[in-house]
């Protein structure tokens, strides 16, 4: 978590100056709900009908899994009776080529996200003073639970949409990776302790689990009668909270207690289907963007609300038009987020391209 003392601007005051648009919220993203508002204004303003109806659902709550905006507006939305051709949502966006070995920028276009679920570790032991600690401790035990977990990580497979990543991106590969990726049958072993080799990479291939909260212990010469830690899973297509659950029962042993927690838990989303004409003419707004990129279907490893609309279309994607480097990433929820100003008129005509069925 940032602290407004490690910002350039103050992360509310939403300076912009003569390169970014600074704060928090402009990649994650209110970069992109402002351009779709301003795409739309432009149209009526200019007289210009979009080429089919066109439905705007902004919810205020994604970040803490939507259950009163992106829920409510689905809910409603089913209730009319209506299905979509398209649905589209924040997600993917256009990075360096070098992310996946390509000399071109690549744009990639969620198809999928995973699933979501946090747990918490509970270990008891006796209290005790500090002066005479027994074997085993509250502590020791909890640390010990987590060291295991990270030791003994998921199994790690290439999934549909990862699968088709590589896929995609194969023919634009030098020869010798052309010949890898176009192979995956072969080399799979080998591409997954590529992938596996970096954090960003590591997460398209499984499960993945993060601590993010240990509580335990009052007093420093006291020992605890019970630590407790919080984790957080994103699940990959192929698993599901069930399988979670009884992959944690069987990994730790009985004094460590394992409870679901906090009111969002999600199974991986349902895999949109393609290639499809969708797809298709999504991609080619894609490519006409000044970045020229290669489009590959992609497996997004955090969460947005497409999820919650998943029932109401089978093109369900998620992509901003936004093309970033990679220190770009450590600002999502990070210290100085920023949105680079020179690209946020190429976002306005991509969402009012989209809406015109170009």
Request: aromatic share 2%.
């Given at each position: 978590m940032s602290?407004?003392?490690?910002w350039q601007h103050p992360p509310f005051a939403g300076v912009v100056d003569g390169d970014f648009v600074w704060g928090r919220g402009a990649l994650d993203d209110k970069g992109s709900?402002?351009?779709?508002l301003e795409a739309t204004e432009a149209l009526l303003q200019n007289g210009q009908p979009p080429a089919c109806d066109v439905y705007l659902a902004f919810g205020h709550d994604e970040e803490i899994g939507g259950r009163e905006g992106a829920v409510k507006i689905a809910a409603w939305l089913e209730q009319q009776n209506l299905r979509f051709s398209l649905i589209l949502d924040e997600g993917g966006m256009m990075l360096p080529g070098s992310t996946l070995g390509l000399d071109r920028p690549v744009a990639l276009m969620g198809i999928a996200e995973k699933g979501y679920m946090t747990v918490e570790l509970q270990a008891e032991a006796e209290p005790g003073h500090s002066s005479r600690p027994p074997e085993r401790t509250a502590i020791g035990d909890l640390a010990a639970a987590i060291d295991h977990l990270q030791t003994h990580p998921r199994p790690a497979s290439l999934s549909g949409p990862t699968r088709k990543m590589l896929e995609q991106v194969a023919s634009h590969q030098p020869f010798a990776k052309r010949l890898v990726f176009a192979n995956l049958w072969l080399f799979e072993p080998l591409i997954?302790?590529?992938l596996e080799g970096k954090p960003e990479t590591n997460a398209l291939v499984r499960t993945t689990m993060s601590p993010t909260?240990?509580?335990?212990?009052?007093?420093?010469?006291?020992?605890?009668?019970?630590?407790?830690?919080?984790?957080?899973?994103?699940?990959?297509p192929g698993e599901t909270r069930e399988s979670l659950q009884a992959y944690l029962q069987q990994e730790l042993p009985d004094n460590i207690t394992v409870t679901a927690r906090g009111a969002f838990l999600s199974d991986p989303s349902a895999v949109t289907r393609i290639p499809s004409a969708t797809f298709d003419r999504l991609a080619a707004l894609v490519r006409a963007l000044p970045e020229q990129p290669v489009v590959a279907p992609y497996l997004l490893i955090a969460g947005t609300d497409a999820r919650h609309y998943q029932h109401l279309s089978d093109q369900v994607f998620r992509f901003m038009p936004v093309s970033l480097g990679q220190d770009d990433l450590a600002r999502f929820h990070g210290h100085n987020e920023r949105l680079p100003r020179e690209q946020y008129p190429h976002m306005v005509r991509f969402y009012a391209g989209l809406m015109l069925g170009r």
């Open positions: 602290s407004p003392e490690q709900l402002m351009a779709i997954i302790r590529q909260l240990l509580e335990a212990g009052v007093k420093e010469n006291v020992l605890p009668a019970t630590a407790n830690a919080t984790l957080n899973f994103r699940l990959a």
